[in-house]
Antibody, heavy 124, light 107 residues
Framework: QVHLVESGGGLVKPGGSLRLSCAAS????????MNWIRQAPGKGLEWVSYITKSGTTILYADSVKGRFTTSRDSAKNSLYLQMNSLTAEDTAVYYC?????????????????WGQGTLVTVSS | EIVVTQSPATLSLSPGERATLSCRAS??????LGWYQQKPGQAPRLLIY???NRATGIPARFSGSGSGTDFTLTISSLEPEDFAVYYCQQRSNWPLTFGGGTKVEIK
């Protein structure tokens, strides 16, 4: 069964750093593209970052570009989000999600499943 | 950036009623649209992909339609477990963008 578990969230001061992890089971990370998506408290969903299954292309939202870095460890089957220079606007639940081509034939890949999320709070 | 707009923000309905949720993209996205359901304290769950196809395990009362810029999610007869927030997401262009959500609440 495909499962994603995020960890590493917590309380951090403005300007601080945090590294989130996303442990995958039931599939191999190198077989799927992945997204990081966040949700500020009481707000909607915001895409943060994307990595292709080959790992050769990584994209970032303008709001985090230059501050966040996505990487992965194939041996640990885990995805990471290194977050630097954090501000209060980065406070959110961070989700990792696998992208899959549904039934092997969908027009594009879709986020399924999502992890349960990890809360990042940036506050002094 | 493609802006995705959902309406209404809140839909107040009773169990058994039909729910119609709208999603509009700022430019044509063909059928590159998905719908997600989110319940309090839970992660979003994929309901519909490619605008009109149900994801695995999604009941037949959920249906999606539309293409281009205008899309609809219909729940034919609301069950108690369907009261939740629904988001649409476009996968046509980067960055991925989501609508602001429609909350379906019990009237």
């Amino acid at each position: 069964q495909v499962h994603l578990v995020e960890s590493g969230g917590g309380l951090v001061k403005p300007g601080g750093s945090l590294r989130l992890s996303c442990a995958a089971s039931g599939f191999t990370l190198t077989d799927s593209s992945m997204n990081w998506i966040r949700q500020a408290p009481g707000k909607g969903l915001e895409w943060v970052s994307y990595i292709t299954k080959s790992g050769t292309t990584i994209l970032y939202a303008d709001s985090v570009k230059g501050r966040f870095t996505t990487s992965r460890d194939s041996a640990k089957n885990s995805l990471y989000l290194q977050m630097n220079s954090l501000t209060a606007e980065d406070t959110a639940v961070y989700y990792c999600a696998r992208e899959i081509y549904y039934g092997g034939h969908s027009l594009s890949p879709w986020n399924d499943p999502w992890g349960q999320g990890t809360l990042v709070t940036v506050s002094s | 950036e493609i802006v995705v707009t959902q309406s209404p923000a809140t839909l107040s309905l009773s169990p058994g009623e039909r729910a119609t949720l709208s999603c509009r993209a700022s430019q044509s996205i063909s059928s590159y649209l998905g719908w997600y359901q989110q319940k309090p304290g839970q992660a979003p769950r994929l309901l519909i992909y490619d605008a009109s196809n149900r994801a695995t395990g999604i009941p037949a009362r959920f249906s999606g339609s539309g293409s281009g810029t205008d899309f609809t999610l219909t729940i034919s007869s609301l069950e108690p477990e369907d009261f939740a927030v629904y988001y649409c997401q476009q996968r046509s262009n980067w960055p991925l963008t989501f609508g602001g959500g429609t909350k379906v609440e019990i009237k």
